[in-house]
């Protein structure tokens, strides 16, 4: 889904010219890989974040802050976009061939514990999904996640608590924990 946002014939570029260093492109694809974006269209998606911090910067705005906060930032909303394209994707597929939803892959492929995180992950309303991720597996500090989503702190500190306590009781449900 990511890769048509991307232009063609633009290989990856990790000379003195690349906004990203490897640390920070780790991050970007852990935040992609973690907010649902299958492993296909990973690159697709790094390629999206350095592209938008060119994009940045050939416009004249300020470098940010923290380039590291703000990739993971974008790739997180990278991802909240590919799974809307997801949905609608899939809405038109049911409108057009009147098919029941796929089934679930089953949990042979992965722990029962990884298998319940990534389903209560993926239950949870998209803005407590991206303050989770951004916090849990990008690391970044609430005031940092305010700051970057242009939201108070208070929101986000809100927001990790409901989704932490839907998460647990996702858990307890699946008699995982």
């Known amino acids: 889904m990511l890769?048509?946002?991307?232009?063609?014939g633009q290989g990856r570029d990790h000379g003195a010219g690349d906004p990203l260093d490897a640390a920070q492109e780790r991050r970007v694809r852990a935040v992609l890989?973690?907010?649902?974006?299958?492993?296909?269209?990973l690159p697709d998606g790094v390629q999206q974040v350095r592209l938008r911090l060119l994009e940045r910067a050939a416009s004249g705005h300020e470098a940010p802050r923290d380039v590291s906060a703000w990739a993971a930032v974008v790739a997180s909303?990278?991802?909240?976009?590919?799974?809307?394209?997801?949905r609608r994707q899939e809405r038109l597929g049911e409108r057009l061939a009147a098919l029941h939803e796929p089934a679930h892959p089953s949990g042979e492929e992965t722990?029962?514990?990884?298998?319940?995180?990534?389903?209560?992950?993926?239950?949870l309303p998209a803005a407590q999904r991206q303050v989770v991720v951004l916090r849990f597996f990008a690391d970044l500090p609430v005031r940092d996640i305010a700051e970057e989503l242009g939201i108070p702190e208070g929101t986000v500190k809100s927001r990790l608590h409901t989704a932490v306590r839907a998460l647990r009781d996702r858990l307890h449900e699946d008699e995982v924990v």
Do not use: I
């Open 3 to 8: 890769r048509g946002k991307v232009r063609r």
């Open 33 to 41: 890989a973690l907010g649902g974006v299958p492993q296909t269209d």
């Open 77 to 86: 909303n990278l991802a909240m976009d590919w799974h809307r394209a997801k």
């Open 111 to 123: 722990s029962l514990l990884s298998l319940a995180v990534a389903r209560g992950l993926d239950e």
